[in-house]
């Protein structure tokens, strides 16, 4: 694989299935799609960036966030999106557990008129779904979104696997399961506001989450091929380490670590 153009910040525009690194300018090619959706690494400035200027390129009519619920959009609504200070507190972002809304506000600045969707679920529901499972919680279009089915033993067991290694291998067994669930009914709930957005807005509609959503094979973009096949989807992943040429995403970004504290320590000293 060639090196990447950008020796400074390490980052690479890779095409799925191929051995091709492309600069930072390889974001211009992108292909038309009525759903892009733009994943990240939560505390990552460069994603945030990035995906701001895509989002300033795209033009998108509807921009859906995972970070926010609709009642945080509504507080939001009329307030200046190209003021930070008064769009996190309009958000009440200060309370919200994510990272510091100083990465988040450039893609506000960006986005022009484009109608804010939250697609954040209530913390409820989250948990519900891990005892009652994601169909229960999701309702009446659960057959729809795939929910009804139960993954394949071995998908299960590589998901499960995955949630494990994503809580520094600290989770009880028995929780894996419920986890899947929850992570099944949060990228069905967040592919249906997708849906919702482009009904209302016509397109392009623009999806801010975690790359791990962006994840063709399982995230928002199976979601809506399950649900609606007919829509055409994007999927861009941005992330810290090289994940092979069977990436599934479209395109994906490649960008040095952050410094950052060890995340598994908090598990580590709750077994002490």
Not at 83 to 92: E, F, I, Q, T, V
Not at 127 to 154: H, K, N, Q, V
């Amino acid at each position: 694989m060639m090196p990447c153009a950008s020796p400074i910040v390490a980052m690479c525009l890779l095409i799925a299935g191929s051995a091709v690194a492309f600069a930072r300018e390889g974001l211009d090619n992108l292909p038309a799609a009525q759903i892009v959706v733009i994943g990240e690494v939560h505390d990552n400035p460069i994603h945030h960036q990035t995906q701001a200027r895509l989002v300033a390129e795209l033009a998108p009519k509807a921009i859906v966030f995972e970070m926010l619920s609709p009642a945080q959009v509504k507080a939001a609504d009329g307030v200046d999106r190209r003021d930070a200070a008064a769009m996190a507190k309009a958000l009440s972002w200060q309370d919200s557990g994510w990272p510091d809304f100083a990465l988040y506000a450039p893609i506000f600045a960006a986005s022009g008129t484009a109608r804010i969707y939250g697609a954040a679920l209530p913390r409820a529901e989250v948990r519900g779904s891990m005892t009652e499972g994601a169909a229960a919680i999701f309702g009446a279009d659960a057959a729809r979104f795939g929910l009804t089915d139960a993954l394949p033993a071995a998908e299960q067991s590589a998901r499960e696997a995955d949630q494990m290694a994503a809580h520094c291998d600290a989770l009880p067994v028995e929780m894996l399961h419920g986890m899947v669930n929850a992570q099944r009914l949060r990228d069905a709930s967040f592919a249906r506001t997708a849906l919702q957005a482009l009904d209302d807005t016509g397109g392009v509609v623009v999806v801010i989450t975690g790359s791990g959503h962006a994840d063709r094979a399982r995230g928002i973009p199976a979601a809506l091929a399950m649900a609606a096949p007919k829509v055409s989807v994007l999927s861009i992943g941005q992330l810290e380490s090289n994940p092979g040429a069977d990436a599934p995403f479209d395109r994906w970004l490649v960008t040095a670590p952050m410094k950052r504290d060890d995340s598994c320590a908090a598990f580590a000293k709750s077994k002490q």
